[in-house]
């Protein structure tokens, strides 16, 4: 082979492997979907959007100077009496209710 035949023969490679990869591009618009002419194609589907307005913020809790007086004196109560972790945890739950009662009766 001569020196031309070669270099024809390389040139007419690359343009057939140009033209194969320009024929598979264009076959993958849509990665995943059915080409048009299969029984099974459909086109996109199309997103619908629906905003919701968020909710309005509840007002923040203010407790008042007593409530929190009355909570830190339960809470220190139920830590001395308890003796293990689950009468703590107990003590606590009961501490957190009576404040929130008291919330509820504020308002």
Do not use: K
């Not at 099974?40 to 307005?53: A, C, G, K, Y």
């Not at 008042?64 to 293990?84: F, G, H, K, L, N």
């Amino acid at each position: 082979m001569t020196f031309i035949s070669r270099a024809a023969l390389l040139a007419a490679l690359c343009f057939a492997a140009g033209a194969q990869a320009q024929t598979a591009s264009a076959q993958t618009d849509f990665p995943g979907s059915q080409p048009p002419h299969s029984s099974h194609w459909s086109p996109p589907s199309t997103l619908r959007m629906t905003v919701e307005p968020a909710p309005a913020a509840a007002a923040p809790l203010r407790d008042t100077p007593e409530s929190i007086a009355e909570y830190q004196r339960c809470r220190a109560v139920s830590d001395r009496a308890a003796v293990s972790n689950q009468q703590r945890t107990a003590g606590v739950q009961a501490c957190l209710s009576e404040l929130q009662q008291r919330r509820e009766m504020a308002q």
